[in-house]
């Protein structure tokens, strides 16, 4: 039974997006990686297998843009299914849950750029066409792509319009005989943009209705671009598609005209919670990197792994990994709970379907922001602890810190998901569907009356104590903001970023502590100490940063008293005592150097 | 053709080992597991022949607690028909003629003409099933198998020697062939295979009703060997390093006493 954070009882057990603000989860409620079925843990074998023996030993020369490996390796994910997971079966596919396919995506991820043609190619390639498409339009195309037998992108980023994507300039006009759309314009920065045989193209027909089109590799007038030089993901291929005059017949409209907004920010959703998995992935395998270093080099006689400031280093990524992937897998479960009630079949399954993911956008976003965060912390550390060899591309170390650099950019960047997270949320009370308003004029209560809850001495108590706190301070700060600004917050960036910062530190915290407490009960006393500093690291690094966020957002709102009044609630409402942090960090450290392994 | 294929379920060999608490094997808490490798050419081959044939039937069969059940769905998407699990949580403290005894009860009357197994287990590393299973059914047996071919009723092999020296083998079914790593290139279970694998049969049944023979041995300690002192080496100006030798020699030894 789920309650609200005060312990009231709420009707559905299936949490709305952005509930968890306000809502009090049960452990049972979510899914951990620890659920994973047989079938499940196959899957992700069968991928890491693929990945470490196929792709991996070619990585230097798929970064050297040797696209024949990659688009070979493609079709060798197409073999074995690993392109047809969201695809329906009638089109020869799997259509498996969101947790097997975003296990699926962590373990490709290690394969560095191949792993970005692949994320291309299933995500925003492969699922307007599903989402959207009409049945001889599957029938054309799908089979095609699920085997890798094409490549798909997708274009919608234009050289003046990237975060703005709805003020493309890409025009279609209809031909005097109306069988074809005529297209113009250019597309900028496409992934597998040099060797797609399938195109997802957004377009404003009579520079209005914007429009997505499937446009062949084939089709008179599209031309694909130079590949760019990049930073990071170099094997990965990048290029503009020039619409010249390019003849697209009319039935290959996809969905309906000036809908194409719907397909480009739905597909979105999904791509940033996977491309959480799949950071995740890669910083699992940045961080055993990192951890297998620091056991070898030696300085003053000793294996740098012993000291301190190495080992505090293994503890934080560990610690902020475990959320990572408790985080990815509890929205996989929440959003396999919400499809789930879904009837398969009904003509208008993948509306529906649409709607269920859009309920989860601001946990997409979150998803998106926050792994992808994490995995640029842990591939700097992972740099620093291999020093000048950190620096050098002799080891992978190099790579990783290059490759990283991209995921906060490109699904939306990091700060247009950072506003579109409280935004959502907050359009969603203002529509009525989160009682957000009634819960902050509690929490503002809250703030006035003094406390003397005491802290159980079980298991979580602290860090449970902590979370209920942290979603006290978000209501008040989100609250605040509102009253004062009204429907004008939008434009008070600086406000939003640090509800954002909140909101996802709420979300990283449950979803470890709950994931911890869940399986608590089920593993081996050295387990169960592992899990109980993992929580207790990360969550006072989430206390930390939620104070901090919330002491910004408080002088941004108010002045005066008020100001003085909130940030005593700031104080009051991130205070944990993590006592024990050291004991806690030397043990992930330690536990790491032993097994050489990212621990849970 | 009745195929039947043994496979082993072992901790992931790149855990981190403990003795258990009565000293007698590895602590299996906190342990990932894997099917053993030499199996898993076992299983390769065994779909391979079943493919070969057309209309062959492929049980793979394995003895353990139910985790293991987890193993031999790999083995099922690999392409094995139906799973006979027999169920024994104390299988790890079985020695290898138990183990031999109760798969020799299990295909006793179900007739089949070729079983592969792997060579030896990597955790316990016998060698001894796949040859004693061959004894106790009367079975032919060929060990450390590297190739194999099915021709017109026979089986040929070639067999992999100390020293690298091979040697060809004929062999009549029924028979009992022993995996040697390098055999053939296992395959990744598909995605769709392992869909489909969820619904083939894997039946679950005591190894106790299968134990026919007592033991015979024990393990009486497990250990990890001693550690020896480590070497150690000294670096920097030759001057220091005498020095410094000769103060070791004096903290440490009786040397220069
Ligand atoms: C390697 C690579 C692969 C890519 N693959 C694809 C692909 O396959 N298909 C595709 O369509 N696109 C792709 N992109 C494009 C990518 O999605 C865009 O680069 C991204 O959305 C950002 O747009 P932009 O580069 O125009 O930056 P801009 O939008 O110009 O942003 C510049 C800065 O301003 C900030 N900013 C912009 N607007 C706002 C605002 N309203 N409020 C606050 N801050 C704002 C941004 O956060 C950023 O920090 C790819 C890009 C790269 C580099």
């Known amino acids: ?600 | 053709m009745k195929i039947l294929v043994c496979i082993k379920q072992v901790p992931d060999m790149e855990s981190k080992f403990k003795v258990n608490s009565e000293n007698t094997w590895y602590d299996s808490g906190d342990l990932a597991w894997r099917m053993n490798e030499y199996d898993e050419y076992a299983v390769e081959q065994a779909v391979q022949l079943k493919e070969q044939q057309g209309d062959a039937d492929l049980t793979v069969l394995c003895i353990g607690p139910d985790r293991v059940k987890e193993t031999m769905k790999k083995a099922l998407a690999m392409g094995c028909d139906r799973g006979a699990h027999l169920q024994d949580d104390e299988s790890h403290k079985r020695e290898p003629l138990e183990i031999a005894s109760i798969i020799a009860e299990y295909a006793r009357d179900k007739e089949f003409d070729v079983v592969f197994t792997g060579m030896q287990s990597q955790d316990r590393g016998s060698g001894q099933v796949g040859v004693l299973l061959g004894e106790i059914l009367d079975m032919s047996c060929v060990t450390t198998v590297i190739e194999f071919g099915f021709e017109a009723g026979e089986i040929k092999v070639k067999r992999e020697l100390e020293g690298g020296v091979k040697a060809k083998v004929k062999t009549t079914t029924p028979a009992v062939l022993t995996c040697q790593l390098g055999l053939n290139t296992p395959r990744y279970p598909t995605l769709p295979n392992i869909m489909k694998a969820k619904k083939k049969e894997l039946l679950s049944s005591p190894a106790a009703d299968l134990l026919k023979v007592d033991s015979r041995q024990n393990t009486q300690t497990m250990y990890f060997p001693e550690k020896k002192g480590v070497g150690l080496v000294l670096e920097g100006e030759i001057a220091d390093l005498t020095d410094e030798l000769i103060k070791i020699l004096k903290e440490k030894t009786g040397v220069l006493a």
């Not at chain 1, 992937?325 to 396999?336: K, N």
């Not at chain 1, 009904?346 to 992808?372: H, L, R, T």
């Not at chain 1, 004029?441 to 802290?455: Q, V």
Request: with cysteine; net charge negative; proline share 2%.
């Open chain 1, 1 to 600: 039974m789920t309650t609200n954070y005060l312990g009231e009882k709420m009707a559905d057990t299936i949490l709305k997006g952005g509930e968890y603000l306000i809502a009090d989860l049960a452990c049972e409620d979510i899914f951990t990686p620890e659920d994973f079925t047989d079938e499940q843990k196959q899957m992700g074998e069968t991928t890491e297998q693929f990945i470490v023996n196929e792709i991996m030993p070619h990585i230097d020369e798929i970064d050297k843009q040797n696209f024949d490996i990659v688009v070979d390796g493609m079709q060798k994910c197409g073999e074995l299914g690993l392109l047809m997971m969201d695809s329906p079966e009638e089109y020869g596919g799997l259509e498996l849950d969101k947790a097997s396919s975003m296990l699926v995506s962590e373990k490709v991820s290690m394969g560095g750029s191949f792993s970005v043609a692949y994320a291309a190619h299933t995500g925003i390639g492969t699922l307007p066409l599903i989402y959207y498409g009409t049945p001889e339009q599957k029938e054309k195309y799908l089979e095609k792509i699920t085997s890798g037998e094409w490549i798909a992108a997708y274009c919608l980023t234009e050289p003046g319009s990237g975060s703005d994507a709805l003020g493309a300039q890409a025009s279609a006009v209809l031909s005097e005989d109306g069988k074809h759309y005529i297209l113009n314009g250019t597309k900028q920065y496409i992934t597998n943009g040099g060797f797609a045989q399938l195109y997802t193209v957004f377009a404003k027909i009579d520079k209005e209705h914007f429009t997505a089109f499937l446009v062949e590799k084939s089709f008179e007038g599209l031309v694909v671009g130079a590949e760019e030089k990049k930073l990071g993901i170099k094997g990965s291929s990048t290029t503009q598609i020039i619409l010249d005059n390019c003849k697209v017949p009319v039935e290959n409209v996809l969905g309906e005209i000036g809908k194409g907004h719907k397909i480009a920010f739905n597909v979105l959703n999904v791509g940033r919670f996977k491309l959480g998995a799949g950071v995740t992935g890669a910083s699992k395998m940045a961080l055993v990197e990192g951890i297998k270093y620091a056991n070898e080099r030696k300085q003053f006689k000793t294996p740098i792994a012993k000291f301190g400031a190495i080992k505090e280093k293994i503890a934080d990524l560990t610690a902020k990994i475990f959320a990572s992937e408790s985080l990815v897998y509890r929205l996989a479960g929440d959003l396999d709970n919400k499809l789930a009630t879904i009837e398969k079949g009904i003509d208008n399954y993948y509306e529906e379907y649409q709607k269920g993911i859009e309920e989860y956008a601001p946990e997409c976003g979150i998803s998106k922001v926050f792994c992808s965060e994490v995995l640029a912390k842990t591939v700097d550390e992972v740099v620093q602890i291999h020093g000048g060899y950190g620096f050098c591309s002799e080891y992978p170390a190099e790579r990783y810190y290059r490759d990283e650099r991209i995921n906060r950019i490109f699904e939306g960047t990091n700060e247009i998901n950072r506003l579109l997270i409280p935004g959502m949320i907050l359009r969603k009370s203002m529509k009525g569907e989160l009682p957000l308003q009634a819960e902050a004029m509690k929490a503002f209560e809250a703030l006035m009356t003094p406390s003397f809850e005491e802290i159980e001495d079980v298991p979580f108590a602290a860090e449970k104590a902590l979370l209920k706190n942290m979603k006290t301070l978000f209501l008040i700060l989100a609250g605040a903001g509102v009253q004062k600004y009204m429907d004008k917050i939008a434009d008070e960036q600086e406000i939003l970023m640090a509800a954002a910062d909140i909101a996802i530190q709420i979300y990283a915290l449950e979803s470890a502590l709950l994931r911890a407490e869940k399986n608590y009960d089920n593993v081996s006393e050295s387990k169960k100490e592992l899990y109980l500093a993992a929580v207790k690291v990360f969550a006072f690094d989430a206390a930390e940063a939620t104070g901090s966020a919330a002491r910004k957002g408080a002088f941004y709102i108010e002045e005066g008293d008020t100001l003085t009044m909130i940030l005593s609630g700031v104080r009051r409402f991130t205070k944990y005592d993590a006592t024990g942090l050291l004991q806690a960090k030397r043990l992930l450290a330690s536990a790491s150097s032993e097994s050489e392994k990212y621990l849970f």
